[in-house]
């Protein structure tokens, strides 16, 4: 199993830049770059409501359910 982080497209797509966005949600740059990157192994749900405050968006828009065959090693698609 492995969930993907769909930020990159959400942000696109309300025009928000990482740094918008990180000020808002009351996070750094560094944390919001691993979330983004799927590298996070772990998010709190105060950050989350957070983030899909801040870009007017439900959690499946953000996050991905997919198979781990479908998964390359380095977390991609």
Request: net charge negative; with cysteine; aromatic share 2%.
């Amino acid at each position: 199993m492995a969930i993907i982080v769909n930020l990159d497209v959400m942000m696109a797509k309300r025009k928000m830049s990482a740094t918008e966005l990180a000020r808002e949600v009351g996070i750094t740059l560094p944390n919001l770059s691993i979330l983004k990157t799927n590298k996070a192994k772990a998010i709190r749900f105060s950050t989350l409501d957070a983030i899909c405050r801040a870009l007017q968006c439900q959690p499946s828009d953000i996050l991905e359910y997919v198979e781990t065959d479908e998964v390359n090693q380095n977390g991609e698609l």
